[in-house]
């Protein structure tokens, strides 16, 4: 009898003849729930999502219409931007009447602070979610939001974007004021292999503008790999990700490649060191005080094997060395959080700290919620904020009681494959997977006072308890 629960190999082998790809790593991932197929990023047919624009757009000619949900008050301005009240007042009385406009949940998208424009920016990613523990129909969304945190204020850019993708990666170059997106994948039709896209975009949050930097001659098309700009190379670096078309097979990789923004050629880097194992969904940042790029956890092809282990390991590449050297740099830190993949990595340059959060480990919990810091001068791991917790198994097959977890107080849903970005001082957290589907929240950290607190609420995607229920039947509802 085995310890866990897991699908029956029929199930398995109905999965893989559809186009699925099942995961035992956790109860919930076992007994592939709704929301569990959905955090393990299940292969599936596709609908083909909603219709592109491939053209470059004019940069002239294509403007932004403000509206959406503004806000006057001034001390939500302090918080979120740091400015004086009498501008904070000046700036909540310019915003835009609210309209309600807000993006519909997704996940798999990508997007960065623009520290520019005082802009979150979030591009494409899949409007896909399971349902009666079936298998989800992804999208392939070429939609473009801008979040402006002075005014609490949405907004959809209507102008010619990318093809729409998931997986793709995304930096925020400051030289230029610009978001950069590269790669991803997507299907042109509802089965058969996927397309990847080796495509590099740049967007523009004053005008609304996407250009076509890159048609990625040179360089191989990917997707769940790292991306990070470092200023100090003008250029944008690239580590690893999945280089295969097909749902059922994973290729990884361990290559690093350069985009020198002021050539617009990819290259290969050669490397020195002990390099990390082969890998997708790692988190990654650049430090620019140590002009080194870093690297953390992910997963290889074994990822949703039942013997599979996730990544907790930290890597600097090191440019100041001559080829650039890989060390790992957290073997001294006395703990550490759980090896898990598609966890989100982010530098607080400000405080000089690294910032992970969420993800899904390998364990009993899945999709996680917990917030840890990485303080490079002494090389240690920090836990912030502990997150759920597991408490309950399953009741029986895809039932899971209200209090499967121990709920962590005003922190967001457990989840992975969502946008996790620092910029004006936080931490900005939007959409992704959960245990009940996919979600449409947002969320801000504060890197100074380390607090959470939610600006745009869930209406889908969170579990019973954590968004009020007094009657709550099982996990979700």
């Known amino acids: 009898m085995m310890q866990r629960l897991r699908p029956t190999m029929t199930t398995l082998a109905q999965a893989l003849a559809r186009g699925g790809a099942l995961s035992a790593r956790s109860p919930l991932l076992a007994l592939c729930c709704?929301?569990?197929?959905?955090?393990?990023?299940?292969?599936?047919?596709?609908?083909?999502?909603?219709?592109?624009?491939?053209?470059?757009?004019?940069?002239?000619?294509?403007?932004?219409?403000?509206?959406?949900?503004?806000?006057?008050?001034?001390?939500?301005?302090?918080?979120?931007?740091?400015?004086?009240?009498?501008?904070?007042?000046?700036?909540?009385?310019?915003?835009?009447?609210?309209?309600?406009?807000?993006?519909?949940?997704?996940?798999?998208?990508?997007?960065?602070?623009?520290?520019?424009?005082?802009?979150?920016?979030?591009?494409?990613?899949?409007?896909?979610?399971?349902?009666?523990?079936?298998?989800?129909?992804?999208t392939f969304e070429s939609e473009t939001w801008t979040y402006d945190p002075a005014c609490d204020h949405w907004q959809q850019v209507k102008t010619a974007a990318p093809k729409g993708r998931v997986r793709a990666a995304a930096a925020y170059v400051e030289s230029a004021k610009q978001t950069f997106v590269f790669g991803g994948r997507r299907r042109e039709g509802t089965s058969g292999n996927y397309t990847l896209l080796k495509d590099l975009w740049s967007f523009d949050a004053g005008t609304g503008a996407w250009t076509l930097q890159s048609e990625g001659d040179g360089m191989s098309a990917r997707f769940n790999h790292a991306m990070v700009h470092a200023p100090a190379l003008e250029s944008l670096l690239v580590f690893a990700g999945n280089t295969s078309p097909s749902g059922l097979q994973y290729i990884a990789n361990q290559d690093v490649w350069t985009y020198r923004l002021n050539e617009g050629i990819w290259k290969k880097v050669a490397t020195s060191g002990m390099a990390p194992s082969k890998r997708f969904f790692p988190g990654g940042l650049w430090d620019a005080t140590r002009k080194r790029m870093v690297i953390y956890g992910g997963a290889d092809e074994s990822l949703f094997a039942d013997t599979a282990k996730y990544k907790d390991d930290l890597w600097s590449l090191d440019f100041q060395s001559d080829p650039p050297k890989w060390e790992r740099i957290d073997q001294k830190s006395s703990e550490k959080p759980d090896a898990r993949f598609w966890g989100e990595l982010n530098h607080d340059a400000e405080h000089d700290r690294y910032v992970l959060f969420g993800g899904h480990d390998d364990k009993a919990l899945g999709n996680r919620n917990d917030l840890w810091m990485f303080d490079p001068k002494d090389g240690q791991w920090l836990s912030v904020t502990l997150g759920d917790v597991f408490n309950k198994p399953a009741i029986k097959f895809c039932s899971f009681p209200p209090d499967f977890t121990k709920f962590e107080d005003n922190t967001p849903e457990r989840r992975n494959g969502g946008l996790v970005v620092t910029g004006g001082g936080s931490l900005w957290i939007a959409g992704g997977k959960t245990d009940c589907g996919v979600i449409d929240d947002l969320w801000r950290f504060d890197l100074q006072k380390l607090e959470f607190d939610a600006r745009t609420a869930a209406t889908v995607g969170e579990a019973c308890v954590r968004k009020g229920g007094l009657t709550c039947n099982d996990y979700c509802f």
Not at 78 to 97: L, Q
């Open 34 to 138: 709704a929301a569990l197929l959905s955090a393990c990023g299940a292969d599936v047919a596709s609908s083909g999502g909603a219709a592109d624009a491939s053209a470059t757009a004019d940069a002239a000619g294509a403007g932004t219409t403000d509206s959406g949900g503004a806000t006057t008050d001034a001390s939500v301005t302090d918080a979120t931007t740091g400015e004086d009240s009498a501008t904070a007042t000046d700036t909540a009385a310019s915003c835009p009447p609210p309209t309600g406009e807000r993006p519909s949940r997704r996940s798999e998208q990508v997007g960065a602070f623009d520290a520019g424009h005082k802009r979150l920016v979030m591009f494409g990613g899949s409007f896909g979610v399971p349902e009666n523990c079936g298998f989800p129909t992804p």
